[in-house]
């Protein structure tokens, strides 16, 4: 993945680089020409993700989007567990009236996390906000942005979870406003009025 975009980067960067002066006809013409490698370059980056770098594609995506952030253990202590990426958040949050929420174990793991969901699953998760099992996700989860996804992007990050080394990590809750956590727990708080 890294050298496709050193490559194009490479490319851009002579395109861009200062040039002897000619005349205004020539440099029409040359901008002209940038115009169409850059967007050539666009349309070529997007059409390199469909090969076989789709779990890349996916990891790709799962980072630009922060997923790492609700999911990964310790991330919220400011020391993110490397060796577990993706396996589940021991801080929850609590949202007024509905109650407190962890970001779930994302591996593969057939106890505790996605082991038991097909990548279709998980892309309709991602699109719908709703389990497999019909549960809703947690407001917090932003799938309403990840909606968006195309179709190549949704699958994409669903293979890439899917290719993770499966972590057996049992998130607590979900918990309702009634009921008192386990856990260490952000608070949503409500403007007083």
């Not at 496709?4 to 002579?14: H, L, P």
């Not at 666009?42 to 989007?65: C, D, H, M, N």
């Amino acid at each position: 993945m890294r050298h496709e975009f050193e490559d194009d980067a490479r490319r851009i960067e002579a395109i861009l680089a200062p040039q002897p002066p000619r005349r205004s006809g020539a440099r029409t013409a040359a901008m002209v020409a940038i115009f169409a490698v850059a967007i050539a370059g666009t349309i070529s980056l997007g059409a390199s993700w469909a090969g076989p770098s789709r779990i890349a594609r996916g990891e790709y995506l799962a980072t630009v989007s922060g997923c790492g952030d609700c999911h990964t253990p310790g991330y919220f202590f400011g020391k993110p567990d490397e060796t577990k990426p993706l396996s589940g958040s021991e801080v929850g949050f609590e949202i007024p009236n509905l109650g407190v929420f962890h970001g779930p174990n994302l591996t593969p793991d057939k106890e505790t996390g996605l082991g038991r969901w097909s990548e279709t699953e998980i892309v309709m998760a991602l699109r719908t906000g709703v389990r497999p099992d019909g549960r809703e996700l947690a407001p917090i989860m932003p799938w309403r942005n990840f909606a968006r996804f195309n179709d190549e992007d949704a699958r994409a990050i669903a293979a890439y979870l899917k290719s993770l080394k499966p972590v057996s990590n049992k998130v607590p809750g979900p918990f309702s406003d009634q009921e008192r956590p386990t856990s260490f727990v952000m608070k949503i708080v409500s403007p007083e009025r």
